[in-house]
């Protein structure tokens, strides 16, 4: 498959903005782990404050989300809009190192965390107007796999800085804190291509005041929910499974250090995900050209299931490790298919506003999943479970309740996908 120019340009973003979700899947864990441990949480406050940053950043940007992405349908609005939440990204990433405190480190988190979802919130909608509809699959796949791959270079250098850094006289400390500087500066530089080639063909043209205009659209939007149907179940759907998969890879890190695992061991089994998640999301790219694409999807939201009932019974390192490998390869068969699907299902001239509303169902921040992790952590605390003779964690039950999410998303995306192909056969 032969790509063009904006097409390779498009998922070199992919690529920007993976080291970032790396990092917040790995180091950052950590450094809080530490600034935690210097205000005296305890394990279960760690793992609790740590998902509600998660749910605060996403309560946010499913606030703007939907405002800003109709907002971007008008005329000249998307790449004004992608540039500064790119930068709000870039920005709190980079100086995330300078908190004083594991309050203020949230705060900063949260920030960049918002910028980076608000960014997926024009960058997805661009898929509509870089590819026709027959690469959708292909192109958002590769975006995926590339992203993955390309992610490990700066991670490795981050690892490497916060590993070896003694050698030269760099302690682990500095070293994470230089491993978020050199995130942001990748994610800037792997984005300069978008901005320069991407320019808006597609949009509505405003009568009046533009975020005026926007609220009313939005509010026909919610109108049409009963012609849309399939859009708006397909939307509920994904916000339940999709909240599962972000919630795993948000707390992966900072369930196995409540769990006491051996932290380069965690990182290093995360590293495994990224590389195995690389060939994996080429084949469901290549998957999608002979099957359905929502049979693919319902295979990997039952996988998942089962993902997140074994980590109930993770205790050892190895364990972790066989999680790791099990997460990377689905994570980016799942990730890219749904985005693709709902460019198939949408108007390309409304893409900002339906990715916008994509984005309120958990792209990139996990709220429900996040949420039920902490509640469930902090209200086990002290309790003893176990299950055939095998003693389980309360943080363990708490990740597994994950599994609910994925049940309720399978059903619901059944139901989306009936629909959308008894509309298609009229």
């Given at each position: 498959m032969k790509l063009t120019k904006l097409e390779k340009s498009w998922i070199l973003y992919d690529v920007a903005n993976s080291a970032f979700v790396l990092l917040v899947a790995t180091l950052l864990p950590i450094y809080f782990d530490y600034l935690a441990s210097l205000g005296g949480l305890s394990q279960s406050d760690y793992l609790s404050y740590w998902g509600y940053a998660g749910s605060v950043a996403t309560i946010l940007v499913a606030i703007i989300g939907p405002i800003c992405g109709t907002l971007a349908d008008q005329r000249g609005f998307k790449k004004p809009l992608f540039l500064v939440s790119m930068l709000l990204g870039v920005i709190g990433c980079a100086v995330m190192g300078v908190a004083w405190g594991w309050l203020s480190f949230l705060v900063i988190f949260v920030i960049a965390k918002v910028g980076y979802s608000s960014s997926l919130v024009f960058y997805d909608s661009l898929l509509t107007e870089v590819t026709p509809p027959e690469k959708m699959d292909r192109v958002s796949t590769l975006g995926y796999a590339l992203g993955y791959i390309g992610s490990v270079i700066p991670f490795g250098v981050c690892l490497a800085v916060v590993l070896c850094g003694g050698a030269i006289g760099i302690d682990q400390i500095t070293g994470l804190v230089l491993s978020f500087l050199i995130t942001a500066v990748w994610w800037l530089v792997c984005s300069l291509p978008l901005l320069k080639n991407y320019r808006q063909g597609t949009y509505r043209t405003h009568v009046g005041n533009p975020?005026?205009?926007?609220?009313?659209?939005?509010?026909?939007?919610?109108?049409?929910?009963?012609?849309?149907?399939?859009?708006?179940?397909?939307?509920?759907?994904?916000?339940?499974?999709?909240?599962?998969?972000?919630?795993?890879?948000?707390?992966?890190?900072?369930?196995?250090?409540?769990?006491?695992?051996?932290?380069?061991?965690?990182?290093?089994?995360?590293?495994?995900?990224?590389?195995?998640?690389?060939?994996?999301?080429?084949?469901?790219?290549?998957?999608?050209?002979?099957?359905?694409?929502?049979?693919?999807?319902?295979?990997?939201?039952?996988?998942?299931?089962?993902?997140?009932?074994?980590?109930?019974?993770?205790?050892?390192?190895?364990?972790?490790?066989?999680?790791?490998?099990?997460?990377?390869?689905?994570?980016?068969?799942?990730?890219?298919?749904?985005?693709?699907?709902?460019?198939?299902?949408?108007?390309?001239?409304?893409?900002?506003?339906?990715?916008?509303?994509?984005?309120?169902?958990?792209?990139?921040?996990?709220?429900?999943?996040?949420?039920?992790?902490?509640?469930?952590?902090?209200?086990?605390?002290?309790?003893?479970?176990?299950?055939?003779?095998?003693?389980i964690a309360n943080t363990g039950v708490a990740v597994g309740s994950i599994a609910v999410l994925f049940v309720i998303g399978y059903i619901l995306f059944c139901k989306a996908d009936k629909l959308n192909k008894a509309r298609v056969s009229v």
């Amino acid at each position: 498959m032969k790509l063009t120019k904006l097409e390779k340009s498009w998922i070199l973003y992919d690529v920007a903005n993976s080291a970032f979700v790396l990092l917040v899947a790995t180091l950052l864990p950590i450094y809080f782990d530490y600034l935690a441990s210097l205000g005296g949480l305890s394990q279960s406050d760690y793992l609790s404050y740590w998902g509600y940053a998660g749910s605060v950043a996403t309560i946010l940007v499913a606030i703007i989300g939907p405002i800003c992405g109709t907002l971007a349908d008008q005329r000249g609005f998307k790449k004004p809009l992608f540039l500064v939440s790119m930068l709000l990204g870039v920005i709190g990433c980079a100086v995330m190192g300078v908190a004083w405190g594991w309050l203020s480190f949230l705060v900063i988190f949260v920030i960049a965390k918002v910028g980076y979802s608000s960014s997926l919130v024009f960058y997805d909608s661009l898929l509509t107007e870089v590819t026709p509809p027959e690469k959708m699959d292909r192109v958002s796949t590769l975006g995926y796999a590339l992203g993955y791959i390309g992610s490990v270079i700066p991670f490795g250098v981050c690892l490497a800085v916060v590993l070896c850094g003694g050698a030269i006289g760099i302690d682990q400390i500095t070293g994470l804190v230089l491993s978020f500087l050199i995130t942001a500066v990748w994610w800037l530089v792997c984005s300069l291509p978008l901005l320069k080639n991407y320019r808006q063909g597609t949009y509505r043209t405003h009568v009046g005041n533009p975020v005026t205009a926007t609220f009313r659209q939005l509010g026909k939007t919610f109108k049409e929910a009963k012609q849309h149907k399939h859009i708006f179940v397909y939307l509920l759907a994904f916000f339940f499974f999709i909240d599962g998969v972000y919630t795993i890879i948000d707390m992966a890190t900072a369930y196995g250090k409540s769990l006491g695992l051996e932290t380069n061991g965690l990182l290093l089994a995360l590293l495994v995900t990224q590389i195995v998640a690389f060939p994996c999301s080429i084949a469901f790219g290549r998957f999608s050209a002979k099957y359905d694409t929502a049979l693919l999807i319902k295979i990997c939201i039952a996988c998942y299931t089962g993902i997140a009932i074994f980590a109930i019974f993770l205790a050892q390192q190895w364990q972790f490790w066989v999680l790791a490998v099990l997460v990377g390869m689905f994570q980016g068969g799942i990730q890219a298919l749904s985005r693709s699907y709902l460019g198939k299902i949408i108007p390309a001239e409304r893409s900002g506003e339906y990715y916008g509303l994509m984005d309120i169902c958990g792209k990139g921040a996990s709220f429900v999943g996040t949420t039920l992790v902490a509640v469930m952590s902090q209200v086990t605390e002290g309790m003893e479970f176990s299950l055939f003779g095998l003693p389980i964690a309360n943080t363990g039950v708490a990740v597994g309740s994950i599994a609910v999410l994925f049940v309720i998303g399978y059903i619901l995306f059944c139901k989306a996908d009936k629909l959308n192909k008894a509309r298609v056969s009229v």
